[in-house]
Protein backbone atom coordinates (compact mmCIF):
# COMPACT_ATOMS: atom_id res chain seq x y z
CA UNK A 1 0.00 0.00 0.00
CA UNK A 2 0.79 3.69 -0.24
CA UNK A 3 1.78 4.18 3.56
CA UNK A 4 2.05 2.55 6.97
CA UNK A 5 -1.65 0.72 7.86
CA UNK A 6 -2.53 -0.51 11.13
CA UNK A 7 -5.20 -2.35 12.87
CA UNK A 8 -8.18 -2.18 14.32
CA UNK A 9 -7.78 1.83 14.35
CA UNK A 10 -9.43 1.09 17.89
CA UNK A 11 -9.90 -1.84 20.18
CA UNK A 12 -11.66 -1.85 23.71
CA UNK A 13 -10.72 -4.74 26.29
CA UNK A 14 -11.07 -6.11 29.44
CA UNK A 15 -8.47 -5.74 31.75
CA UNK A 16 -6.70 -9.91 31.99
CA UNK A 17 -7.41 -10.05 28.61
CA UNK A 18 -5.21 -10.29 25.51
CA UNK A 19 -5.31 -8.41 22.56
CA UNK A 20 -3.39 -8.86 19.05
CA UNK A 21 -2.61 -4.95 16.90
CA UNK A 22 -1.27 -5.41 13.27
CA UNK A 23 0.92 -3.63 11.33
CA UNK A 24 1.44 -3.36 7.64
CA UNK A 25 4.55 -1.50 6.85
CA UNK A 26 5.41 0.13 3.89
CA UNK A 27 6.35 -2.39 0.91
CA UNK A 28 9.99 -3.16 0.48
CA UNK A 29 11.09 -0.89 4.11
CA UNK A 30 13.00 -3.52 5.82
CA UNK A 31 12.49 -1.92 9.54
CA UNK A 32 9.68 -1.66 11.64
CA UNK A 33 9.48 0.00 14.72
CA UNK A 34 6.30 -0.43 17.61
CA UNK A 35 6.09 3.02 19.60
CA UNK A 36 3.15 3.75 22.16
CA UNK A 37 1.74 6.91 23.12
CA UNK A 38 0.16 8.01 26.23
CA UNK A 39 -2.69 10.74 26.33
CA UNK A 40 -0.67 13.82 25.92
CA UNK A 41 2.61 12.11 26.58
CA UNK A 42 5.72 11.96 23.92
CA UNK A 43 6.72 8.28 22.37
CA UNK A 44 7.47 5.32 23.66
CA UNK A 45 9.88 2.95 21.79
CA UNK A 46 8.82 -0.85 21.90
CA UNK A 47 10.36 -2.62 19.61
CA UNK A 48 12.51 -2.24 16.80
CA UNK A 49 13.02 -5.32 13.89
CA UNK A 50 15.83 -4.92 10.82
CA UNK A 51 15.42 -7.66 8.07
CA UNK A 52 16.32 -10.98 9.34
CA UNK A 53 18.07 -9.97 12.44
CA UNK A 54 17.41 -10.66 15.89
CA UNK A 55 14.65 -7.49 16.99
CA UNK A 56 15.90 -4.93 19.38
CA UNK A 57 13.41 -5.76 22.48
CA UNK A 58 15.21 -3.30 24.82
CA UNK A 59 11.62 -0.87 25.21
CA UNK A 60 9.14 -4.05 25.81
CA UNK A 61 7.92 -2.84 29.41
CA UNK A 62 7.31 -6.47 30.73
CA UNK A 63 6.96 -9.78 29.35
CA UNK A 64 3.76 -9.47 29.37
CA UNK A 65 4.41 -7.71 25.67
CA UNK A 66 5.72 -9.40 22.48
CA UNK A 67 6.29 -8.56 19.09
CA UNK A 68 7.05 -10.83 16.08
CA UNK A 69 7.31 -9.84 12.11
CA UNK A 70 6.49 -12.62 9.89
CA UNK A 71 8.17 -12.69 6.67
CA UNK A 72 9.85 -9.52 7.11
CA UNK A 73 6.46 -7.69 6.46
CA UNK A 74 3.44 -7.58 8.62
CA UNK A 75 4.02 -7.40 12.54
CA UNK A 76 1.92 -8.31 15.21
CA UNK A 77 2.27 -6.51 18.97
CA UNK A 78 0.49 -8.72 21.44
CA UNK A 79 -0.60 -7.81 24.73
CA UNK A 80 -1.27 -10.29 27.05
CA UNK A 81 -3.02 -10.06 30.46
CA UNK A 82 -3.77 -6.39 29.75
CA UNK A 83 -4.08 -3.56 32.77
CA UNK A 84 -5.11 -0.89 32.99
CA UNK A 85 -1.92 1.49 32.38
CA UNK A 86 -2.01 -0.34 28.93
CA UNK A 87 -4.10 2.14 27.68
CA UNK A 88 -2.06 4.41 25.12
CA UNK A 89 -2.19 4.69 21.44
CA UNK A 90 0.14 2.35 19.97
CA UNK A 91 2.20 3.23 16.81
CA UNK A 92 4.08 1.43 14.20
CA UNK A 93 6.53 2.52 11.95
CA UNK A 94 8.80 1.65 8.85
CA UNK A 95 11.40 2.70 7.31
CA UNK A 96 14.16 1.84 4.39
CA UNK A 97 17.60 2.12 5.97
CA UNK A 98 19.08 1.46 2.04
CA UNK A 99 17.78 4.95 1.22
CA UNK A 100 20.93 6.03 3.18
CA UNK A 101 18.81 7.74 6.43
CA UNK A 102 16.38 6.00 8.54
CA UNK A 103 13.16 8.20 8.01
CA UNK A 104 10.39 6.66 10.03
CA UNK A 105 6.61 6.85 8.15
CA UNK A 106 4.08 6.14 10.91
CA UNK A 107 0.80 4.57 10.67
CA UNK A 108 -2.60 6.03 11.97
CA UNK A 109 -2.19 3.97 15.15
CA UNK A 110 -4.32 1.65 16.93
CA UNK A 111 -6.23 3.03 20.01
CA UNK A 112 -6.43 0.92 22.93
CA UNK A 113 -8.57 1.14 26.03
CA UNK A 114 -8.24 -1.14 28.68
CA UNK A 115 -11.65 -1.13 30.65
CA UNK B 1 21.11 12.47 19.92
CA UNK B 2 21.79 16.37 19.94
CA UNK B 3 18.90 18.24 21.97
CA UNK B 4 16.61 20.47 20.41
CA UNK B 5 14.86 23.98 21.56
CA UNK B 6 11.64 24.89 19.87
CA UNK B 7 8.79 27.84 21.58
CA UNK B 8 6.30 25.99 23.12
CA UNK B 9 3.47 27.77 20.56
CA UNK B 10 2.37 29.83 17.61
CA UNK B 11 -0.06 31.26 15.77
CA UNK B 12 -0.16 31.76 12.12
CA UNK B 13 -3.14 33.38 10.09
CA UNK B 14 -4.21 31.09 7.70
CA UNK B 15 -2.69 31.39 4.01
CA UNK B 16 0.66 33.03 5.44
CA UNK B 17 3.61 31.43 5.88
CA UNK B 18 4.47 29.99 8.78
CA UNK B 19 7.86 29.81 10.01
CA UNK B 20 9.00 27.67 13.08
CA UNK B 21 12.26 27.92 14.07
CA UNK B 22 14.65 25.14 16.22
CA UNK B 23 17.56 25.58 18.19
CA UNK B 24 20.13 22.49 18.06
CA UNK B 25 23.52 24.11 18.75
CA UNK B 26 24.95 20.74 19.66
CA UNK B 27 24.87 19.38 16.47
CA UNK B 28 27.12 16.85 15.45
CA UNK B 29 28.39 16.65 12.05
CA UNK B 30 26.41 13.64 11.22
CA UNK B 31 23.23 14.37 12.38
CA UNK B 32 20.33 15.21 10.43
CA UNK B 33 17.84 17.62 10.94
CA UNK B 34 14.04 16.30 10.97
CA UNK B 35 11.02 17.78 11.23
CA UNK B 36 7.67 15.97 11.72
CA UNK B 37 3.93 17.12 13.01
CA UNK B 38 1.47 15.36 14.71
CA UNK B 39 -1.99 16.46 14.27
CA UNK B 40 -4.41 15.74 17.09
CA UNK B 41 -5.60 12.18 17.31
CA UNK B 42 -3.38 10.52 14.17
CA UNK B 43 0.01 9.52 13.95
CA UNK B 44 3.24 11.18 13.48
CA UNK B 45 3.61 12.64 9.95
CA UNK B 46 7.47 12.72 8.20
CA UNK B 47 8.02 16.54 6.71
CA UNK B 48 11.29 16.87 5.78
CA UNK B 49 15.01 16.28 6.85
CA UNK B 50 17.96 18.01 5.79
CA UNK B 51 22.08 17.84 6.92
CA UNK B 52 23.21 21.42 6.02
CA UNK B 53 21.52 22.22 2.58
CA UNK B 54 18.29 23.79 2.43
CA UNK B 55 15.50 21.58 1.51
CA UNK B 56 12.39 21.77 -0.05
CA UNK B 57 9.38 19.13 -0.93
CA UNK B 58 5.70 19.59 -1.42
CA UNK B 59 5.06 20.36 2.09
CA UNK B 60 8.03 22.63 3.28
CA UNK B 61 10.85 24.06 2.79
CA UNK B 62 13.89 23.27 5.82
CA UNK B 63 16.40 26.49 5.78
CA UNK B 64 19.80 25.42 7.62
CA UNK B 65 22.21 28.60 8.94
CA UNK B 66 25.48 27.80 7.81
CA UNK B 67 26.94 26.87 11.38
CA UNK B 68 23.71 24.27 11.54
CA UNK B 69 23.07 25.17 14.83
CA UNK B 70 19.47 26.38 14.51
CA UNK B 71 17.20 25.87 11.64
CA UNK B 72 13.47 26.89 10.15
CA UNK B 73 10.64 25.28 8.84
CA UNK B 74 9.03 27.22 6.82
CA UNK B 75 5.04 25.80 5.61
CA UNK B 76 4.53 28.31 2.15
CA UNK B 77 0.68 28.89 2.88
CA UNK B 78 -0.57 27.68 6.02
CA UNK B 79 -4.04 25.91 6.08
CA UNK B 80 -6.42 25.19 8.82
CA UNK B 81 -5.41 21.50 8.75
CA UNK B 82 -1.49 22.46 9.10
CA UNK B 83 -2.90 22.97 12.58
CA UNK B 84 -0.73 20.69 14.64
CA UNK B 85 2.36 20.37 16.90
CA UNK B 86 5.89 20.27 14.74
CA UNK B 87 8.61 18.62 16.55
CA UNK B 88 12.19 19.19 15.24
CA UNK B 89 14.79 16.44 15.89
CA UNK B 90 18.00 15.58 15.42
CA UNK B 91 19.27 12.30 14.58
CA UNK B 92 22.52 10.53 13.13
CA UNK B 93 23.08 9.49 9.55
CA UNK B 94 21.84 5.99 9.00
CA UNK B 95 20.51 5.56 12.12
CA UNK B 96 19.42 2.19 11.84
CA UNK B 97 17.27 0.82 14.94
CA UNK B 98 17.67 5.02 16.76
CA UNK B 99 14.26 5.64 18.24
CA UNK B 100 12.43 8.31 17.79
CA UNK B 101 12.56 10.53 20.78
CA UNK B 102 9.83 13.72 20.50
CA UNK B 103 10.44 16.80 22.99
CA UNK B 104 7.81 19.42 24.02
CA UNK B 105 7.63 20.80 19.61
CA UNK B 106 5.62 23.58 18.58
CA UNK B 107 1.46 23.85 18.91
CA UNK B 108 0.53 25.66 16.14
CA UNK B 109 -2.58 27.14 15.86
CA UNK B 110 -3.57 28.27 12.01
CA UNK B 111 -6.47 30.75 12.67
CA UNK B 112 -8.36 31.81 9.83
Known amino acids: GAGVSQSPSNKVTEKGKDVELRCDPI?????LYWYRQSLGQGLEFLIYFQGNSAPDKSGLPSDRFSAERTGGSVSTLTIQRTQQEDSAVYLCASSSVALGTDTQYFGPGTRLTVL | DAKTTQPPSMDCAEGRAANLPCNHS???????VYWYRQIHSQGPQYIIH???NNETNEMASLIITEDRKSSTLILPHATLRDTAVYYC?????????????FGGGTRVLVKP
Open chain 2, 26 to 32: TISGNEY
Open chain 1, 27 to 31: SGHTA
Open chain 2, 50 to 52: GLK
Open chain 2, 89 to 101: IVRPQKAAGNKLT
